[in-house]
């Protein structure tokens, strides 16, 4: 069976916005977020995609987007298949999936803590790895990294004592910061 | 009689029973664990948010860091998504190098967590063999690539440079003596009674439970089904190698260490393959200049099978000098995680390390 078959049978029942084919057995489509739990709930029971390999997600802050990717596959047709939505920046919630893919139970808790997507139902979604973090979303698009390390920490003046007595100025020893970034 | 019947115990962050640094918080009453949550965070090191911030070339010195005993399915799937959204071909030659470079690797990491398996059950001599056993792959790498632990050396476009002379009699040689040390593993573990009688019927997942909780690679397959992306969704030069996939029906820790020394055994089978069938050619196919590269926009999800199981990496590009986003899906993220946290549930306190080290979770992986 090839990928673009199980895309005409998901076509027969839902919107698919687009399609994006990159070979026989590998393509990613787009859907409403209403349909995404339908669709999901359909590719598990009809068509064998037992298997949810990873949730992604990409902050679009110019358009003002979240998008949400369901990588699944499905052993019985060696197919994947990535399902995208785009979820509201300002609102940014969603249904929780964890019912259907028991996975999916640490990729939203992830997801949470790195974008601040919140999802609805899942009683999991308590800090990981950032439990000692009261900033913003890191992942999010809008935080700066360098910003939040000038703000946070205090830059201190290296000129060791080994360097005055070689005669090496300060200037000499910091590096130069490189030009293509 | 102390009224308190039930109590917490914390094992890790720093831990021999524990791999890498990762903690297990543990209620118990008596020896039985009533209920395990995991505690990540002390590996993060923000690589995603990294990645964002760095050119394309210089982002493979930070991936094959986050698994630290198996490296190179990172930088080979790294590699591989900008190769997918490039369009672009690589050289046949740099195919079976690549395979050959991601067959050492799961050799070694195999043997790092036989050794450790074996340690929890009180077996001490089999770390050090399986670990000097595993000194000799690093020598390899270190002929091959410079390094040892990591080697940087899979890079978009196809592999840094072609093999050393003399290497693959090399990598022959040292393929020979893993494999004559193999049945003296299993006299040593395997038929050792007193590790038969702890791994045997411990922590046991069924088929369909495995399937349910996302279960991959070498845990998915000692529970009888026979799935490997090397198979399913192949890549490099596996369809040219003639391999099997090894699978066991058990699925309790006893399987999940056996599984690993039968991989061990068919890897070298490809090992093997891949010198004899290696055709001649170049290496690297031209790429841009890397300081100025900018791949196409797009997005791809590409997986490769590490010795944890099933990796993915999610790679969009904008276009640009550098990645909008990649997000890694490490295998032990489910392994890791709350499979283990349900594993642990109504085992025995002496049985945590063994649970954790058999399902081979790499905590690096799940904090990135």
């Known amino acids: 069976m090839k990928v673009s078959e199980i895309i005409y049978e998901i076509k027969k029942h839902f919107d698919v916005l687009s399609i994006d084919e990159k070979n026989e057995k590998y393509a990613q489509i787009e859907i409403n977020e209403k349909d995404l739990r339908n669709v999901l709930l359909h590719c598990k029971h009809n068509m ?96 700066d990294t360098l910003e939040y390390v000038n703000d946070t920490f205090d830059w201190y003046e290296y000129d060791p004592e080994w360097a005055k007595k070689l005669g090496i100025k300060k200037e000499d020893l910091a590096g130069e910061e490189m030009e293509i970034l | 009689m102390s009224e308190k019947r039930e109590y917490t115990l914390y094992i ?145 476009g196809g592999v840094r440079r072609d093999l050393p002379n003399g290497f693959k009699d090399k990598v022959l040689k040292t393929m020979d003596y893993i494999e004559a040390r193999l049945p003296e593993y299993d006299s040593l573990v395997f038929e050792n009674p007193v590790f038969v009688q702890r791994t045997r019927g411990t922590a046991v997942i069924s088929k369909e439970t495995a399937l349910e909780w996302g279960v991959t690679g070498p845990n998915l397959r000692a529970c009888g089904i026979a799935e490997d992306v090397r198979k399913n969704q192949t890549y490099e030069a596996y369809d040219q190698i003639d391999f099997n996939i090894p699978t066991f029906d058990g699925g309790d820790c006893y399987d999940r260490a056996r599984i690993r020394r039968a991989e061990i055994a068919e890897s070298i089978n490809i090992v093997r393959q891949l010198i004899n069938k290696m055709p001649e050619g170049p290496v690297w196919a031209k790429i841009p200049n890397p300081l100025k590269w900018k791949v196409p926009a797009g997005e791809v999800f590409i997986r490769t099978e590490s010795s944890k199981g099933e990796y993915g990496y999610y790679m969009v590009s904008d276009g640009g000098r550098k990645p909008y986003r990649v997000n890694v899906k490490g295998a032990s993220m489910t392994h890791g995680t709350f499979v283990l946290e349900n594993m642990l549930k109504g085992a025995r306190i002496e049985d945590a390390s063994l649970i954790m080290f058999s399902l081979d979770a790499c905590p690096p992986e799940i904090d990135r």
């Open chain 1, 48 to 143: 064998n995609f037992i298997h949810l390999s990873a949730i992604s997600s990409v902050d679009y802050i110019k358009d003002n987007k979240f998008s949400l990717v369901y990588n699944l596959f499905s052993y019985k047709e060696s197919i994947l298949l990535g399902i995208k939505i785009l979820i509201n920046r300002e609102k940014a919630e969603i249904a929780t999936i964890n019912d259907i893919y028991h996975p999916a139970i640490f990729f939203e808790r992830d997801i949470h803590e790195m974008l601040g997507i919140n999802f609805i139902g899942n009683n999991h979604l308590e800090k990981f790895i950032l439990d000692e973090w009261d900033g913003p979303p890191p992942m999010r698009k809008d935080f």
């Open chain 2, 12 to 156: 890790g962050p720093n831990h021999p029973g524990i791999e890498g640094n990762y903690a297990l918080r543990l209620s118990l009453e008596g020896d039985i664990i009533k209920k395990c949550n995991t505690e990540g965070g002390f590996l993060h090191r923000g690589f995603e948010k990294l990645m964002e911030q760095r050119l394309w070339i210089q982002n493979i010195a930070i991936v094959c860091r986050i698994c630290v005993p198996d490296p190179d399915p990172n930088e080979n799937n790294y590699a591989r998504c900008i190769e997918a959204l490039s369009g672009m071909e690589i050289p046949e030659r740099a195919k079976f190098i690549r395979s050959l470079v991601l067959e050492l690797s799961r050799i070694g990491s195999h043997l790092f967590t036989l050794g450790g398996i074996a340690a929890t059950t009180g077996i001490y001599t089999m770390p050090n063999w399986s670990i000097a056993a595993r000194d000799r792959i690093l020598e390899l790498f270190e002929a091959l690539t410079g390094g040892r632990v990591y080697h940087l050396y899979t890079v978009p």
